[in-house]
């Protein structure tokens, strides 16, 4: 059976489909492994924001209505910071765990600027 002409790259590219589905992939391609630790930082950040809504119940000190409009009182220092996000972000405060000494010292004075925790997790975030 003679395929017309102008059918010929539709007909290549269902072949091509039936074949092997992926592409094949180099190890170590810097795009690939940027997407992939993107990912993983964004999936931490869910994982967070789960434990956080679970802690949040009766936080005094604490406004909103959710772990992602929640906003931490101004004028903590830094240890105060620190403790407030152990006590009722514990989610969040897992994931600053992680973070180094310079890299905490950034977050906070993040916080210092904007109080709103879902800005503190995307500032600890770009950190990871």
Same mark, same amino acid.
């Given at each position: 059976?003679?395929?017309?002409?102008?059918?010929?790259?539709?007909?290549?590219?269902?072949?091509?489909?039936?074949?092997?589905?992926?592409?094949?992939?180099?190890?170590?391609?810097?795009? @690939?492994?940027?997407?992939?630790?993107?990912?993983?930082? &964004?999936?931490?950040?869910? *994982?967070? #924001?789960?434990? =956080? +809504?679970?802690?949040?119940?009766?936080?005094?000190?604490?406004?909103?209505?959710?772990?992602?409009?929640?906003?931490?009182?101004?004028?903590?220092?830094?240890?105060?910071?620190?403790?407030? @996000?152990?006590?009722?972000?514990?989610?969040?405060?897992? &994931?600053?765990?992680?973070? *180094?000494? #310079?890299?905490? =010292? +950034?977050?906070?004075?993040?916080?210092?600027?904007?109080?709103?925790?879902?800005?503190?997790?995307?500032?600890?975030?770009?950190?990871?």
């Amino acid at each position: 059976m003679r395929i017309p002409w102008m059918l010929r790259p539709a007909a290549a590219c269902f072949c091509l489909s039936l074949g092997n589905p992926t592409l094949p992939v180099q190890a170590g391609d810097p795009y @690939l492994d940027m997407l992939e630790e993107e990912a993983q930082v &964004l999936e931490l950040m869910k *994982s967070a #924001e789960r434990l =956080d +809504a679970s802690a949040q119940a009766n936080v005094p000190g604490i406004t909103g209505q959710n772990a992602t409009r929640a906003v931490l009182d101004a004028g903590m220092s830094h240890e105060q910071f620190g403790a407030a @996000l152990k006590t009722y972000f514990v989610g969040t405060y897992m &994931l600053y765990g992680k973070l *180094s000494e #310079e890299q905490r =010292d +950034a977050v906070y004075t993040h916080y210092q600027r904007d109080g709103q925790i879902m800005e503190i997790r995307r500032a600890i975030a770009e950190h990871l």
